[in-house]
């Protein structure tokens, strides 16, 4: 049976929290797509209880030249108000901008659960990339909450009060108190959403409501999503996130729910605004998890037609994927410890997530601001060349000449010099998009905003109309857009949905149009020789890995869980190759054994031919990877699909169960 998994479950069957520890994937460089043990914050010597907790973070995506930008905060006990932290590389490093203090309150003390939001659209005389705040304001003998917003419009430097949204009673997390909790914003409707949880309610011990704004400043009545017929019922901390098909998920614990605890519940609706009407749904994994208390909840485009929800939860490291709108569950380890009410980022390649944590509730004041990087699948290599084939046209993206200010345009896929782009990824997680022939730079000319503007080719400025955010698509291929204008890269179309050849490519707001959709099609390999792969069966889509390590385990294939003993290294050996397990440090060995269906394991680095192994390029990003000493090729045995699969070495054929696609994510 699989060791890794076995560990999994058992963990997770003892219901320890931090059962899991994470598994360590050494400091990476800026860019790098997983990434483990930041920290962003300490709390001063002495600090009170419980020194942080409650860190969340956002990525801006509406702010022209800003976007990409990160923000967070996080409740700490150290001094009065809510503390903004700014990322400008894709959350590795954290410098503090700004704290948000209470500017209308006598008690002078907005603390608790503080929330980012950037607008995606204007509300009232805010504009779309306002910055908005929220959090509890307490006085310091708890005698009152009460929830305020704040906005900025200079990417939060300065902070303006705005209106208050909530007025509750003491602070005091008890049935028969009246305090309101736990803010979350989202626009929708042309309005903007807060979420809140409520005590005031003499019918519940406490409900999830919402209010909603037009101008931000006045606020409708209460509309419930979430209560229970039981008055000790305790459904909190909801968070919000759109999902694949367009419909809208709710997260929530339901404390004091009649299988005792603080399980995790959800709710779907079409309608942000109609979660009462909903009936929710524990979440339960396929192997019978039930996640416990404080969840989050986000969305990844990556993960195939539905893309990718994750949750978290406070019982354990793990998270909780589903990439079929919420009707099944699995999980995913973490490079992030178990925390209280962890915040989830996606970050500008649609597969990498930002876990932020503030720590657990200890008394003795020692929490750290922590965070790290977990890697969903699904991107490209950063130093590959691509050929960027339109899904609409099939034909590709090149340049006439070499000259700066060329128009970049679509042709049909003649295996021309001009047709090869090089994906280089950046430190603030965005790609520039290099061609190879022209040395020249996919750019939206003078950084323009304007649908419609034809992009061009230039010499690097280093600006963020060169930057470009590249995403699986949930519908395939990959979506294009410009970090600058948050505009996609698009193929116009003429009044009958047709290109023409020669057509110059230009940028639209974001749709599901196949003309925005790119092939990226592999025309030359990233650097093998430095960095961190995975290798993923083209029959299978399953990763090759040694589950658990240990010498002479045999490799087998499972879905991506984020594990290390699923990253594999490259050395030159001559014209072979060593591949090296990041996890386990061991190399792919076919054990001396020479006839076909032999079993494939790792063993100690030795430096035998039976360790190297020679990898030829079938296309796109694809390789068969051929033992030197036996001469037959890694294969999942019986064609097999399914988790745990074990890998052999067979005869060559062209077999796509003989296939992998090599990818760079570190």
Request: with cysteine; charged share 10%.
């Amino acid at each position: 049976m699989n060791t890794k998994r076995n560990a999994w479950a058992k963990a997770a069957a003892a219901g320890a929290i931090a059962a899991l520890m994470p598994f360590a994937i050494a400091a990476a460089p800026a860019g790098a797509v997983t990434y483990s043990g930041g920290v962003m914050w300490t709390p001063p010597s002495g600090a009170p209880s419980y020194g942080s907790l409650y860190a969340h973070a956002i990525r801006l995506q509406h702010s022209t030249d800003a976007n990409g930008t990160l923000l967070a905060s996080f409740e700490q006990y150290s001094g009065n108000g809510m503390p903004v932290f700014r990322s400008t590389d894709s959350g590795h490093t954290w410098t503090q901008i700004s704290t948000i203090h209470d500017q209308v309150n006598p008690w002078n003390n907005i603390q608790l659960e503080p929330v980012l939001y950037e607008l995606p659209q204007a509300i009232g005389t805010f504009p779309a990339g306002t910055i908005i705040a929220a959090g509890d304001s307490i006085p310091a003998d708890n005698s009152k909450t009460k929830i305020d917003m704040y906005a900025s419009t200079d990417q939060g430097a300065t902070w303006s009060f705005v209106s208050s949204i909530a007025t509750g009673g003491a602070a005091v997390a008890s049935n028969g108190y009246t305090p309101v909790w736990e803010p979350y914003f989202l626009v929708a409707n042309n309005k903007l959403i807060a979420y809140i949880s409520d005590q005031r309610d003499p019918a519940h011990g406490q409900k999830l409501g919402h209010f909603t704004t037009t101008d931000g400043i006045s606020w409708s009545s209460e509309v419930d999503d979430v209560s229970y017929p039981a008055y000790s019922a305790r459904p909190g901390m909801a968070i919000v996130t759109r999902i694949g098909n367009g419909n809208y998920l709710l997260t929530y614990e339901y404390c004091n729910a009649p299988t005792g605890g603080c399980p995790v519940y959800y709710k779907i609706a079409a309608d942000p605004e109609a979660f009462g009407s909903v009936t929710g749904v524990q979440l339960v994994t396929t192997d019978n998890i039930h996640p416990q208390a404080n969840p989050y909840v986000t969305w990844l485009p990556t993960g195939g037609p539905n893309g990718t929800i994750v949750v978290q939860a406070y019982s354990d490291n793990q998270l909780y994927e589903s990439t079929d709108n919420g009707t099944t569950w699995v999980r995913m380890f973490s490079n992030t410890v178990s925390g209280y009410s962890r915040g989830l980022l996606p970050l500008a390649d649609g597969k990498s997530l930002l876990v932020t944590r503030g720590g657990v509730l200890t008394t003795n004041g020692t929490n750290k601001v922590t965070y790290g990087i977990d890697d969903f699948g699904g991107g490209i290599s950063t130093g590959a060349a691509y050929k960027v084939q339109n899904t609409l046209s099939s034909q590709v993206l090149g340049v006439p000449d070499s000259n700066a200010g060329s128009p970049v345009v679509q042709a049909p896929d003649n295996g021309t010099p001009d047709h090869n782009w090089q994906f280089q990824l950046q430190s603030n997680g965005y790609y520039r998009i290099y061609n190879t022939y022209s040395q020249k730079y996919l750019a939206v000319p003078g950084g323009s905003l304007d649908s419609g503007t034809g992009e061009v080719q230039w010499t690097t400025t280093g600006g963020a109309e060169q930057d470009w955010s590249v995403q699986p698509s949930p519908a395939g291929g990959y979506t294009i857009t410009n970090r600058r204008s948050d505009l996609a890269l698009t193929m116009a179309t003429d009044a009958n949905g047709q290109t023409s050849t020669d057509e110059q490519v230009t940028q639209a707001p974001l749709t599901s149009a196949t003309n925005q959709r790119w092939n990226l099609l592999q025309t030359a390999a990233p650097d093998f020789t430095t960095g961190q792969f995975v290798l993923t069966n083209v029959n299978s889509g399953k990763y090759a890995e040694v589950a658990g390590g240990g010498k002479g385990t045999q490799a087998d294939q499972y879905r991506n869980v984020n594990h290390p003993d699923q990253y594999w290294t490259f050395t030159r050996a001559g014209s072979y190759w060593t591949i090296t397990n990041a996890y386990s440090g061991d190399d792919l060995d076919s054990a001396g054994a020479t006839g076909s269906g032999s079993a494939v394991v790792e063993q100690p680095a030795s430096g035998a031919t039976s360790q190297q192994w020679s990898l030829t390029d079938t296309g796109n990003g694809d390789y068969q990877v051929v033992n030197r000493a036996s001469g037959l090729a890694l294969t999942v045995v019986g064609a097999a699909t399914g988790d745990g699969a074990l890998l052999d070495q067979e005869t060559s054929s062209a077999a796509s169960v003989q296939r992998w696609t090599i990818t760079k994510i570190n």
